[in-house]
């Protein structure tokens, strides 16, 4: 499906876009290359809980990436409350543009083109974002450009990464997805199998909540699983035998529960680091698993990692081994680059607008856009 269709929007495609020539992998290789320049892009990220703008130069060298989180404002509801959010980033999103272009030290009269999230999303966050990209697009007449976050993520390897090459499995593993996709190059994914319930983020989160920790909760399951036995409770790995890539992460958080219930009614004491440590070897073993087999199927030689949870200190270590004993490369996205942030978004963009791809400023935003 060509990337007009994946976003349901209007696109223009820019007539002088190169045609290339050679083997397939020839052209992907110098479709890397071909946006390796100057090309200056404001990012804007308002899809979730995280405000964030950045200026990113050529897609890849990033001169600002401004992130004001909001994790306090929903952390005493122990998740993101898509009103409050909302609000957040209409006060939040002016003041990060700003800052984003002093910390680049840029004007708006600089940029090539605006970049924002379109998709998926909580709709009202989304809007905020789309509605403040195309105001600077219309003002300044340059591209607007609408990016699906989940897209995104994959480009978050390539920032800072000029080493970065197609073809590659990517493992998307998020708040709100997790996935894996064979990714032959720009735009060219196929989806391999993902969670057929529970995205991984989120049961890090609810397991983290059942625990009494602090919301986001994965991030406090990694910090405490250092402190906790990996080996101490054997949780189920459903679905690691089985064929396919799908996963499933409901029983899982269901088996914590009743481990804790059951250890409480014994009047046996709750050892809340080895039930995080646990737990988390217990996701690191299925996606490990997994994706490793993803592998294998397609016969990369790469893998991407990307998405909130590709912060994880296991996930990256497990990871790391495995890619080690097939003598493939890992790439993972410094930490701050996993979780939401706009330069991945400008990333993304600038590859879409090197490809000849814009949006039209009729486009709405999308809080189910599908990655493919
Ligand atoms: O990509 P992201 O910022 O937002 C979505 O697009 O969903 O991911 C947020 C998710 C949350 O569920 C958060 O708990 C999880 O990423 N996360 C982690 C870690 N850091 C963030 N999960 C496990 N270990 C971490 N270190
Ligand atoms: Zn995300």
Known sequence: MDSGARFGQSWEADPGEPTWTGTETAVKEQRV???????LVL??????????AAVVRGGRDILSNVIASQTELHGEYGGVVPEIAARAHVEALTPAIRESLLQADATFWDLD????TLGPGLIG???V?????????????IPFVGVN???AHIYSNFLGNHTVKWPAVVLLISGGHTMLVHARGHGDYEFLGGTLDDAAGEAFDKVARFLGLDYPGGPEIDRLSLLGNPDAVRFPRSMVGEAGFDVSYSGLKTSVINHVRKTEAAGEEVNV??????????????????????VDQTMVDAVF????????????????????DRSITLHCPAIELCTDNAAMVAACGTVLLRRGIYTSLEAAPDPNLPLL
């Open 33 to 39: 290359e071909e946006w390796d320049d100057d090309t």
């Open 43 to 52: 990012g804007i990220e308002t899809s979730c809980d995280e405000t964030s």
């Open 113 to 116: 083109a605006v970049a924002v």
């Open 125 to 127: 966050s989304l809007l």
């Open 129 to 141: 974002g789309v509605a403040e990209a195309k105001s600077i697009a219309a003002v300044l007449d």
């Open 149 to 151: 976050h989940l897209e």
């Open 273 to 294: 680091a080895d039930i995080a440590a646990s737990f988390q070897q217990a996701v690191v073993d299925i996606e490990v698993a997994k994706t490793m087999s993803a």
């Open 305 to 324: 990692l990307c998405g909130g949870v590709a912060a994880n200190s296991g996930l990256r270590t497990g990871l790391e081994k495995a890619c080690l």
